[in-house]
């Protein structure tokens, strides 16, 4: 059984809901799975070929009238077998990620306090806004035992955006608008020094 990632198995679970081109498999995974796990569009094609070459999918030209033609991916037998036996494999035990804005807080000291605050509260307007976005998609799918799975990857999304709203209070209080003992370190340049003019020899000369 080849080595593949993430991605790949990701994929290969979005077609045992059913086959479907590149282009409506993109779709679907900016609309489900990219809250956790986003795919670019050209990575998604990449993988298709991938997984064409080890016998995981098969595409099917498709032909259209009045746009271009597609290739529609279904899983095979060997695909479905490998989806299964990596989903039965255990998970990491932490996960990491990667935070632009965590690496600007980290190195906080270089910027300005009114500079730091409104990247504060820019990051804090997305997280509200993206904390809107999944609450509402598990209310609407409350109740529903077929998407229980689904709900729940959202639910813990939901979770941890109301986490970072309380860090984003309790930090923002105390490294800007209530600075306990912040080490700032001035962005601004010093104003340079005037060196004065020392009379040479000849200008010397002259007074004497």
Not at 7 to 17: E, H, K, N, P, V
Not at 55 to 75: E, I, M, N, S, W
Not at 91 to 100: L, N, Q, V
Request: hydrophobic share 35%; aromatic share 8%.
């Amino acid at each position: 059984m080849p080595t593949l990632p993430t991605t790949s198995y990701a994929i290969l679970g979005l077609l045992s809901r059913g086959p479907k081109s590149g282009y409506d498999l993109a779709g679907l995974a900016e609309r489900t799975i990219a809250h956790f796990w986003p795919i670019a569009k050209s990575q998604m094609y990449g993988e298709l070929a991938r997984l064409e070459r080890v016998g995981y999918v098969r595409g099917t030209a498709v032909r259209q009238q009045k746009t271009p033609d597609k290739r529609v991916f279904r899983l095979t037998a060997g695909g479905e077998s490998a989806l299964d036996a990596w989903l039965r494999e255990p998970p990491a035990t932490r996960d990491r990620y990667r935070s632009a804005f965590l690496v600007k807080v980290f190195f906080g000291e270089r910027i300005p306090a009114d500079t730091l605050d409104e990247h504060f509260q820019r990051y804090a307007t997305g997280v509200e806004r993206y904390g809107e976005e999944l609450r509402r998609i598990t209310t609407q799918t409350a109740g529903q035992p077929e998407v229980a799975y689904r709900r729940a990857t959202a639910l813990l999304g939901q979770y941890l955006t109301e986490a970072v709203a309380l860090w984003i209070r309790q930090v923002r209080d105390n490294l800007v608008v209530h600075p306990t003992s912040p080490i700032r370190r001035s962005t601004q340049r010093r104003p340079s020094r005037i060196r004065k003019r020392v009379p040479g020899r000849a200008a010397r000369a002259q007074k004497r």
